[in-house]
């Protein structure tokens, strides 16, 4: 399930990337989000309740708050700590405190493990 | 290493100081250490879930009670009944509007947006508090709650400016300094500490805001002159004066005696007991250390955070009066004694307490 794409920067520099399995699809309920960390890197995997999946940067924008912890609210996640909220298809910051975007990653689901590309 | 003491420590507290940049570069700061008790992922989602339902009816329910006793105020006008309306109304207004600014910033009373920002924006203005400055000092309470030189929201500081706190049951320091920032915000101006926590892109905002209250107040002023009457006065404005006393009595025990620069809401917050009267008015936020541990959780789900917590929580106070008992003693304490602070004891099995183990507690040394 791809979205739009933007390399993180230290990638861009260093390797290329590449798809990566980061869970089972039944490990993540609609509507809910769980956290997946790579190579030091956290990522938050939502699903929605349509079944679609997102990825985005596992942390607020604002203050490094782990979005994993926090709410799924249709294609919206509140940061867990000050109600700071990111639509997780476009990763855009739609409420303060959080003033700057997120960062997204195609996602694809197969054979049951949802992989997303970093 | 001298330890800075008396009135002098309380120059530590400043945004602008040197304590902000000391609680960063010691890791105090920023948030991401603070202890949360464990709970399931299932239930944390049912506690966070937002409905509508519990906000509209308590906010038609303050509005309505509002509504009626400031009626029933003018209609009994030079009856001593009108005094026990007007009583009850400025509670209402002067108390109730804090708690409810506070949910609607958090932005968890309402699930529906509009509503929530609406009732932020009303009760901001009841509460005199600007609401861009002040979503912004209470995102940063949450994030550094009690650091030195970080938190701008410290009521009770050690020593404890007593003459102010009690000036303050009748809003005596409070109004007249919030009249001085809408009108240093209405003329374009930040105070240097707003400028270290609200962004810039935000600010024409509160510039804004300022200037349709000034146009308000202006409004209230022009109608008690035309009518030869205190009224408008007493239900516009007045009632952070006469009846902020509750908000006071509520607020105080939230922090008061408790920890600094710890990174554990168990540490430097309270959970009071209260009756409904009291939660109505309140929101609910008598679970205090519940709201600052998770602060996305409604106020109408804290009693039920608040079973899920207790496990790891000191025993929650069965009163005010009982709480009380502590801080006013702890205070007094602190006037000489500015390293002590209220340490409670914890449930056997509870999680233990999260302080730092270097000596970062004694931030106020230098």
Redesign the interface.
């Known amino acids: 399930m791809g979205v739009r794409f933007s390399k993180p920067a230290e990638m861009q520099a260093h390797e290329m990337p590449t798809w990566v399995a980061a869970c089972v699809a039944e490990d993540v ?1 609609k509507e ?1 989000v769980i956290g997946f960390s790579h190579e030091d890197r956290d990522f938050a995997i939502y699903r929605t309740a349509e079944g679609e999946f997102f990825a985005t940067d596992g942390h607020c924008t ?4 782990l979005l994993c ?3 799924v ?1 249709g294609h919206v996640i ?6 700071g909220r990111f639509d997780i298809r476009t990763g855009k910051a739609i ?3 959080a ?1 700057t975007d997120l960062q997204t990653f195609p996602t694809k689901v197969e054979d049951g493990t949802v992989f997303v590309f970093v | 290493m001298t330890a800075v003491m008396g009135r002098e420590r309380l120059k530590c507290y400043s945004l602008t100081g040197e304590q902000g940049e000391r609680a960063v570069s010691l890791g105090l700061a ?3 250490e603070w202890f949360r008790s464990d709970i399931e ?2 239930r ?2 049912e506690l ?3 409905s509508d339902f519990p906000a509209v009816r308590d906010t038609l329910l303050w509005f309505g009670l509002m509504g009626a006793f400031a009626a029933a105020g003018i209609v009994l006008w030079r009856s001593w009944l009108a005094l026990v309306c007007f009583a009850i109304y400025g509670v209402l207004y002067g108390s109730g509007c804090d708690s409810r600014w506070h949910e609607c910033g ?3 009373a309402f699930k529906n ?1 509009w509503l929530n920002d609406r009732v932020y924006a009303i009760a901001s203005f009841m509460d005199m508090r600007d609401p861009t400055v002040w ?2 000092s209470h ?1 940063r309470h ?2 550094d709650t009690l650091i030195v030189g970080r938190d701008r929201e410290i009521a009770v500081m050690r020593p404890a400016r007593l003459a102010r706190i009690l000036l303050n049951f009748f809003g005596l320091v409070e109004f007249p300094h919030a009249l001085w920032e809408m009108l240093c915000h209405a003329s374009g101006h930040l105070t240097p500490e707003e400028r270290t926590f609200v ?1 810039p ?2 600010q024409s905002r509160v510039f804004r805001t300022a200037r349709v209250w000034c146009g308000i107040y202006c409004l209230t002023i022009a109608a008690i002159v035309i009518t030869h009457s205190v009224v408008p006065f007493l239900i516009v404005g007045g009632p952070r004066i006469y009846g902020v006393y509750l908000l006071q009595i509520y607020g105080l025990t939230q922090h008061a005696g408790m920890g600094e620069n710890v990174l554990d809401h168990r540490l430097n917050t309270r959970t009071v007991y209260m009756n409904c009267v009291h939660r109505f008015i309140y929101s609910n936020m008598n679970y205090h250390i519940e709201h600052h541990m ?3 959780v409604p106020y109408h789900r804290l009693a039920d955070l608040h079973e899920e917590v207790k496990r790891d929580m000191p025993e929650a106070y069965p009163s005010l009066w009982a709480a009380y008992k502590e801080i006013i003693p702890a205070v007094l304490r602190q006037l000489k004694d500015q390293t002590y602070y209220v340490r409670r004891e914890l449930p056997p099995g509870a999680a233990p307490y999260r302080v730092p183990p270097d000596g970062r507690a004694l931030l106020e040394t230098r």
Do not use: A, I, Q, V
Request: charge should be positive; include cysteine.
């Open positions: 309920d809910d604002h203050e490094r708050t912890d926090g709410l609210m509140e940061c867990p700590k000050h109600n409420r303060t405190p003033l | 920023g948030g991401s992922r299932k944390m989602k966070m879930r937002r958090h932005g968890t947006t979503r912004w995102t949450h994030t962004p892109d935000e998770f602060p996305m």
